[in-house]
């Protein structure tokens, strides 16, 4: 009788892309489906070895029963050499852990960027991206969305079923473009995925960093890190570490620099006002955490999210990729930030310019000041972040979208069972 329920149930295999930031929304997303419908889905995690630890300790996050429902499988996966796309007749749904805004943006990127192959100028407008018009140095933007084609040639027969996104209906504009646009058959809108937790519930309270946020008074400390991917060059983490010192304000700053060392003396002038942590934090519950004042962040997808359901604001500093582009929804449509640095900037790292400590000093405390932008930053994330609750709560729009995934993924089941058992057509002589 098991075995014939378990028959039943939608079998969901995840497969991220191996980096943390990635591993953690897809691993949030297995719990949701599951906690949404326990009687219907089976979800099962696919990663390398190595990052096995990494799912479990997302699980954790969700208490000791996550890892009961949600399996984990390991690569490699067995080749079948000469197996065509589509002959196993599996459903697809594409999670994007980039959001609607950053992929819509790099479309629009990639447009501008081929309307414009014979311009001398440093400059891409996006013309007609929905809300503002946007512009961009060409410097912040990575060389495979500036070179002509790269995104061109979608084969709509080969769009995914649906596209699901960890954001909210503050993306629904840019969902419509996706649709209108084709690039997608259907979009759920279905984040965040995780709300922000306690200490507590993020089983961090023996950590360190949450006892040193304890002794300190509420909204007063700026939360420092640039995520796991990207490096940060030596001498660009001498002048953040002064600027820091400098800026007079309490910090938490989180660093994943093996071998880097602050200037000599630096820690014992900071004394009991900063604290710096090598290695992993639980970044929910120190956003979530009173003593919380700002996060300056590298403006990754996963952290900008976090950051917003819990109502903190941004100060902006991206290195890669896409994070330019997320930076612009952070200061520029939901004004729930600022950039650190307004001088040139580039997104290859070897042309990176170091920001001086002067300017990290300035911004910070121009951010913190009592009655400053970040008051008012954090007014309108809070206001998100309520929203954010609001949508993943039983009947919120997230909540729906999360059920209609299901639903539609349990009805393409069917349909590719149907198409797989008919039989072949006969083959002309």
Known sequence: MASTDRSKKLRVLLIPFFATSHIGPFTDLAVRLVTARPDAVEPTIAVTPANVSVV????ERHGSAASSVVSIATYPFPEVAGLPRGELCVPCVSFSVIGLFSGLAMRFVTAAAAANDDSDSAELTLAGFPGAEL???KSELPDFLIRQGNLDGIDPNKIPQGKDVPRSRREHPYSERFLRDGLAKRVYLVGPLSLPQSPAEANAGKASCISWLDSKPSRSVLYV????????????????ALGLEASGEPFLWAVRADGWSPPAGWEERVGERGTLVRGWVPQTAILSHPATAAFLTHCGSSSLLEAV?????????????????EERLVTDVLKIGERVWDGPRSVRHEEAMVVPAAAVARAVARFLEPGGAGDAARLRAQELAAEAHAAVAEGGSSYRDLRRLIDDMVEARAAAGEAAAAPAAPQPQ
Do not use: H, K, N, Y
Not at 56 to 59: G, K
């Open 135 to 137: 512009r961009f140095p």
């Open 309 to 325: 359901a819990a109502g903190v604001p941004l100060l902006t500093w991206p290195l890669v990729f896409d994070q330019f582009i």
């Open 225 to 240: 890190c640039f995520g796991t991917f990207a490096p940060v060059s030596e001498e660009q983490l001498d002048e953040l």
């Open 56 to 59: 479990r300790s997302a699980l």
